[in-house]
């Protein structure tokens, strides 16, 4: 994860190989340590020499990334050991083929590391991305992503690619680590975890596991994790065909979904189904201060969204909190004599006034309720002096640094725009009101885990 110098062993003069697209992503991502690229050919590649051998490298050498054919990957593993390598990633795949001794390349390949104390990831792996260190082994087409505190354990090679690009750019949230599993012959989310409890980078780790082979380990190291970070997992494989499809792809096996939906109970893993479940949670346990209880605010300017948030909140076992007296005066004090103000707190009828002073008054006097927990602000967002209230969101937010604040926005594409562009400002904008309470019910779910369990 941390490397100071790097060797790419057959790195590719073709400009759009496997190997040739990594090199370019260390380039790209400004790589500070050395690196050397080998192939028996030689040569020279994108401006840099090119090792005929592993041996000719003066420097000494943390990682080798290994894009090789099968049937010589084992010589290469041989190779690092004599070079004094202890950190293998192997891109390379089809490594179920016969070797010798009925052995397959991989059984083969592990046996030579083990012996010589050599580490792999993979095969089948497209390693790993460390932000910080600005390192990409990955050969996915990436951008520079904002460094975070969301780290990545997966199994498939989707989570150092696309998605990850997905993640950091489109949805804002900030990277720290991502690693890829692959086939993991060696290297597992058990190392990954314990490697990523200790780090001070990570504040959320999401999984994306199909098989765990030490069950025991599993819930022993979990346990440790979640007492620390958070962790989201998404385990696929709960019906048949999703089981058969892991096993295609990796060789895992799924087992049975009863036993992982009870490892995750014990070990307080809270269970995801997507990517866009997993920003938006990464993004609530980020940004969002811990929920100590159950109960919301709504603050709307329609009615009948905000019915559809009480019956949210009830579905993700909040509650809708019971506003004080004075709380509902002074909200009262802006609302037509007509209109009784409750929780949802509408407020459309005094909008038509001053909608930003409004929501003010309104967010204000629901986030300083000592019966309120959260406060879900439900805003239009249309590009129009009238309408426009998200620079008051923005405001509020900044206010209540320790009361969890998030905003379902609809509207325009221009005030939508604007929407999303807060949440480079860590305003928690949600395109669903389901969306926002399931955010909000995770970090309940967390806190009255921590709760249980913490001494």
């Known amino acids: 994860m941390e490397p100071t110098s790097i060797a790419v062993l057959g790195a590719s003069k073709k400009p759009e190989s496997l190997s040739a697209l990594a090199i ?21 590649l994108l401006g840099m020499k090119v090792y005929s051998d592993l041996s000719e490298i003066d420097d000494s050498v943390d990682l080798a990334m290994v894009y090789l054919p099968p049937m010589v990957v084992v010589d290469a593993i041989e190779a690092c050991i004599r070079k004094g390598i202890r950190s293998v990633i192997v891109v390379s795949d089809g490594l179920d083929e016969p070797f010798e001794e009925g052995k397959t390349i991989t059984e083969k390949m592990l046996e030579v590391a083990r012996r010589g104390g050599v580490r792999i990831m993979g095969p089948n792996s497209m390693g790993v991305i460390n932000v910080e260190r600005k390192l990409s082994t990955s050969f996915a087409p990436m951008e ?41 012959c060696d290297i597992d989310e058990l190392d990954s ?96 201060p811990p929920l100590k209880g159950g109960n919301i605010g709504v603050v709307t300017y329609s009615g009948g969204w905000g019915a559809l948030a009480a019956d949210l909140c009830h579905e993700f076992g909040l509650s809708m909190a019971q506003l004080s007296e004075r709380t509902i005066q002074k909200i009262q004090d802006i609302a037509p004599i007509w209109r009784k103000m409750t929780n949802p707190v509408d407020i459309w009828p005094p909008t038509k006034v001053d909608t930003p002073e409004t929501y003010r008054t309104a967010i204000r006097a629901v986030a300083d309720d000592e019966a309120t927990d959260a406060v879900l602000v439900l805003a239009p967002a249309i590009d129009s002096p009238v309408f426009d209230n998200l620079d008051v969101v923005r405001e509020e937010v900044a206010r ?23 949440m480079k400002e860590n305003v928690l904008i949600f395109p669903t009101v389901r969306r926002a309470l399931k955010a909000l019910s995770a970090l309940y779910q967390y806190q009255r885990y921590l709760s249980k369990h913490q001494s």
């Open 24 to 44: 370019k992503n260390l380039l790209k991502f400004g790589y500070q340590g050395k690196l050397h690229l080998v192939n028996p050919s030689g040569g020279e």
């Open 144 to 184: 520079q992503m904002t460094e975070g505190g969301l780290s990545i354990i997966a199994q498939t090679g989707l989570f150092i690619g696309s998605a990850l690009a997905w993640l950091a750019t489109v949805q804002n949230v900030g990277i720290s680590k991502s690693i890829d599993l692959a086939n993991k």
């Open 193 to 288: 975890l314990e490697y990523l409890l200790e780090d001070p980078s990570t504040k959320v780790i999401g999984m994306h596991m199909e098989e765990v082979t030490d069950g025991r380990r599993f819930i022993e190291v979990a346990r440790r994790t979640t007492l620390v970070k958070p962790i989201l997992a998404i385990k696929p494989g709960k019906t048949e065909i999703g089981a058969k499809a892991i096993a295609s792809h990796t060789g895992s096996l799924a087992g049975k979904d009863e036993m992982y939906a009870a490892a995750f109970s014990q070990t307080g893993i809270i269970r995801i189904y997507d990517i866009e479940e997993l920003a938006d949670l990464a993004r609530a346990f980020i940004h969002l």
């Open 400 to 422: 209540y640094k320790d009361k969890p604040i998030v905003t379902w926005a609809v509207g325009n594409i221009d005030g939508m725009k604007k929407a999303f562009s807060l």
